[in-house]
């Protein structure tokens, strides 16, 4: 079954404690991104990678880090965690960056974060 | 500055009727734009998109219209189900530019019995 997977579901911690959360797609996709989605706010996109060992800022890339060293993977990582980053986090990827944009990306089922 | 405004937050429409979402923009360098659907618990999961190119496209019960001279589009189901109850996000981007997408903060769609 094609899906993107994310770990933990559901996460609790408290400020400053280094955290990952894993991404994995089992698609051959490309391109791979990480959103957050906010009351009020949407989805915002923190970092995109187009292609292995390729990563770039999206529009909120604060306090955050990724790294893409296999196709199919691609974890975020909160250094020092902050309560402003208490957040719901999707992870996403399709074929390319261009049909992200005209046709689909497949979204993760998302990851909660609370961070005290 | 919103480029992307979903201004109802909520939308109640009954069972069996029509359901009008609608989505304004900003950046007149937008040219496609995408309806994504999310269920509670669930990631966004990709609905139906259009090219500026286009004012009209459909499948199913989902058709979406754009107005580019206005900037604005709409997402119709018809007719409204059950199972349509999620909120709904527009999302543009400019393709040939950066790719952008760019998400409206989301419509919540209830569907009365």
């Known amino acids: 079954e094609a899906q993107v997977t994310q770990n933990p579901r559901y996460l609790i911690t408290v400020t400053g404690k280094k955290l990952t959360v894993t991404c994995s797609q089992n698609m051959n996709h490309e391109y791979m991104s990480w959103y957050r989605q906010d009351p009020g706010l949407g989805l915002r996109q923190i970092y995109y990678?187009?292609?292995?060992?390729?990563?770039d800022k999206g529009d909120v890339p604060e306090g955050y880090k990724v790294s893409r060293k296999e196709k199919r993977n691609f974890p975020l990582i909160l250094e020092s965690p902050s309560p402003n980053q208490t957040s719901l986090y999707f992870c996403a990827s399709s074929f390319t960056r261009l049909a992200a944009s005209t046709d689909t990306q497949y979204f993760g089922p998302g990851t909660r974060l609370t961070v005290l | 500055d919103q480029q992307v405004k979903q201004n109802s937050p909520s939308l109640s429409v009954q069972e069996g009727r029509i359901s009008i979402l609608n989505c304004d923009y900003t950046?007149?360098?937008?040219?496609?734009f995408l309806w994504y659907k999310k269920y509670p618990a669930e990631g966004p999961t990709f609905l139906i998109s259009i090219s500026s190119i286009k004012d009209k496209n459909e499948d199913g019960r989902f058709t979406v219209f754009l107005n580019k001279s206005a900037k604005h589009l709409s997402l119709h189901i018809v007719p409204s189900q059950p199972g349509d109850s999620a909120v709904y996000f527009c999302a543009a981007s400019a393709v040939g530019s950066d790719d952008k997408i760019i998400f409206g903060k989301g419509t919540r769609l209830h569907i009365l019995p």
């Open positions: 950046n007149s360098m937008f040219d496609y």
């Open positions: 990678s187009m292609n292995v060992e390729v990563t």
